[in-house]
């Protein structure tokens, strides 16, 4: 019994953390100067769940990574962006790393 | 019109104690944002602003401004205190356009008249910005009863490149600016380079009399 519990409590455990966002990707309507955008990763970065902040003016998005087991809800992600003063068109939870997402845009694949 | 000392209209403009910038590329930056700016406006006009602004809607602060005219060697000192607000935006794919619009009130004093005037400041602007085109008329009203002037602005600007969030953006632009109240005859053209990385802008040119045109922002 003891085994079987052990094991429930490790699938439970391993099935929690599926789905689970690494990072928030959004794309945002108004990104044109990257001067005017610092309110974005200023707002952004006072999150205690926020690990990182990539802003891409070409690819109209921003993403934040956040710590394990932590999040930033999509009504504070509109509101925070919102309040530097643009306008939210989409937001995805994904699992890609924000390094990842960064050298996709450097390098203009996305 | 009231009048009191020029040191009260200085007061006045302090206990304002934040405000925005006529002369900047969008006189509110975001929510819980600063931003300090100063301008050298060709020996005409010298203007230093510092506003914050509590939500992306609106800002407010103080300011002073000094012009010199060119045409009779009147000088004004104008301190005030002013809010701003956001009127429209429209945030597109690739473009951003604003309608901004504000008021404010301070003091001024004049080589020309004793004492301090209560100066009433009202002004707006509309712009429209991509990654390599930029545009934006501006009218700014001072008005005393030793005087009226009113400086309106008009810039054009091209990007040889679009530059992204992290990387130095480079502009280059035509202004136009005049003046009224006897401050400047015609219109002031002006060549000018503009660069910002971060949260730093830098503007600096040249007019068409060779005097030096130059602006420092800074949001924080």
Not at chain 2, 187 to 206: D, H, P
Request: glycine letters at 10%; proline letters at 2%.
């Amino acid at each position: 019994m003891n085994y079987r519990k052990a094991i429930s409590t490790i699938l439970l455990l391993l099935l929690s953390t599926i789905g689970q966002a690494e990072t928030i990707e959004v794309t945002v309507n108004g990104l044109v100067c990257g001067f005017c955008a610092q309110g974005i990763e200023k707002r952004l970065r006072r999150f205690p769940a926020t690990v990182d902040v990539l802003v891409s003016l070409e690819q109209r998005l921003v993403a934040v990574s956040l710590n394990a087991d932590t999040d930033i809800s999509d009504a504070n992600l509109t509101e925070a962006l919102e309040g530097a003063g643009y306008a939210v068109k989409a937001i995805r939870r994904t699992e890609t790393p924000i390094a990842v997402l960064r050298e996709q845009v450097k390098a203009g694949r996305r | 019109m009231p009048r009191y000392s020029h040191c009260a209209g200085v007061g006045v403009a302090l206990l304002g104690a934040l405000l925005s910038p006529a002369s900047m590329a969008k006189p509110i930056a975001f929510a819980g944002g600063t931003t300090a700016m100063v301008e050298y406006g060709a020996g005409t006009m010298e203007e230093a602003q510092v506003f914050f602004a509590p939500t992306h809607r609106y800002s407010v602060g103080a300011g002073y401004l000094k012009l010199d005219s060119d045409v009779d060697g009147s000088e004004r000192n104008i301190a005030y205190a002013r809010a701003n607000l956001l009127a429209k935006r429209w945030n597109l794919e690739a473009a951003q356009a604003n309608v901004f619009a504000w008021g404010g009130a301070g003091g001024a004093s004049g080589s020309d008249f004793s004492g301090g005037a209560f100066t009433g400041n009202a002004g707006a602007q509309a712009d429209y910005e991509t990654r390599r085109v930029y545009a934006s008329l501006k009218t700014d009203l001072y008005d005393s009863s030793e005087f009226t002037h009113r400086i309106d602005t008009l810039q054009l600007g091209i990007a040889p490149y679009a530059h992204e969030y992290e990387e130095l953006a480079v502009w280059l632009l035509v202004q136009g600016r005049t003046y009224t109240g006897n401050l400047y005859r015609g219109t002031e053209w002006a060549a000018l380079l503009r660069v910002f990385k971060g949260s730093v802008w830098i503007e600096a040119g040249v007019t068409e009399d060779g005097n030096l045109q130059s602006m420092v922002m800074v949001n924080f």
